[in-house]
């Protein structure tokens, strides 16, 4: 005998369908809305991000122009001369390659790991093909002999070493060069010599003058922020916008404003000597002070702006209730009220950082030779020479130490919140 499922029972299936297809359409709701956003993100940062970490460690100039001299020299020890079937690999390929527009690609690329290598090989393709005293083709030996007795630096292995430890399409060599290191000939990781050796210096100047001019911003910053959020609304409000309206205006602009003021015959100078305080003018431009201060007023408003956003929400009777109690108006404000406002001045600090160690039209302008930050060679990578792998190199660098900074504000966040 069959029992019927009560209507009781049929009724709740029926509702936990419909909550579940309720739920799946909103949810389809919800991702078609955010959908156009995702898509945004998609092509506008995270391919562009990808494609710059790609190229870092692309190596395909050396592999795609000589593929035959790569094959030959794949077993080969490095220590002793090569064989003879990579000269004659080096012949066929070169051959091919003569009056191509891979001849400038792979001498560019090889010249970066031995100066001169460019002329050698473009003199080398220019002799192809190589020929005999008769019409027979000629063996390995011939054609080792003949490469030799065109141009000696080709019995040198320092030269078969440089094309051997680039047959692979991917290498670490921009980056390795990004951090003054390099691969010996037997793909060993060794320091750059000394005259290219400048990078970490770089990088080290970057970030000294990014903690300098977040450190001058959260100086100013704090007691403006302060300041202002103790006015009234009205007041603040009015405060606020004009610490907004530099926004308004572009850097460019804002640099070329602080090159007039700042110049020997500038504002300051005249107000300076005229005020008694010195004789001479200072020298404020193509220097350091000057990219301080033009990078400190331009990053103001974002040191200001978190910093103003955590006081406002911190309630003024903690500061009279401390007061009330005996302590000291200062170690009140010190003690109570400042690390109330830790968040504000992470969020603050983080932000005008990182925006400071990726500039480049201020030092650009306001700086001299000894002032120019990372930003500066990734655009004289990406604009003269054209060298995409080193750019993408010192970029996916300054991405990765910005990361970090994220990483670390985050963990600091959570544990202030947990504490609380």
Known sequence: MTIAPS???????????????????????????????????LLIFVVPIGALLTRAVQNPEIATALPNTVAALSGWDRHAPPPDAAYAALAADMTKLAGSDGMGTLASRLNLEIP?????????????PLKGSSD?????????????????????????????????QISPFYLLAALDHKQDGFSHIVHADPEQSIYLTIFGR????????????????????????????????????????????????????????LQ????????LIGSGLIAQPLALLFNRVGVYISMTHILLP??????YSVMKS????????????????????????????????????LLAFILAIGYYITPALLGGPDDQMVSYYVAYYTNDTINWGMACALGGLLLAATLVLYAVYSRFTRSKLSLS
Not at 264 to 271: E, F, I, R, S, T
């Open 136 to 168: 027979q083709p000629l063996t390995p030996a011939q054609t080792r002999e003949k490469l030799i007795e065109f141009d000696a630096r080709w019995g040198d292995a320092t030269y078969w070493q440089a094309i051997a430890k680039n047959g692979s």
């Open 116 to 128: 001169g290598f460019r002329s050698f090989v473009a003199k080398t393709a220019r002799a192809m």
């Open 264 to 271: 020997n015959d500038g504002l300051v100078n005249k107000a």
């Open 302 to 307: 974002f040191m200001i702006l978190p910093l």
């Open 7 to 41: 209507s009781s029972t049929l009724s709740t299936a029926a509702l936990k369908r419909e909550l579940r297809l309720a739920g799946a359409r909103k949810r389809a709701m919800a991702l078609l809305l955010i959908a156009p956003l995702a898509i945004f993100v």
């Open 314 to 349: 911190i309630p003024p009777t903690y500061q009279r209730a401390a007061v009330s109690l005996g302590s000291h108006p200062f170690a009140a404000f010190w003690r109570v009220y400042v690390p109330q406002t830790y968040p504000g001045v992470a969020a603050g600090a």
């Open 206 to 261: 970057t970030f000294l003058i990014g903690m300098a001019v977040t450190l001058f911003a959260l100086l100013l910053g704090y007691p403006l922020a302060y300041w202002v959020s103790r006015l009234s609304e009205r007041r603040a409000n009015l405060v606020m916008i004009l610490v907004l309206i530099p926004f308004w205006t572009s850097v460019l602009v804002r640099v070329a404003a602080w090159i007039v003021l």
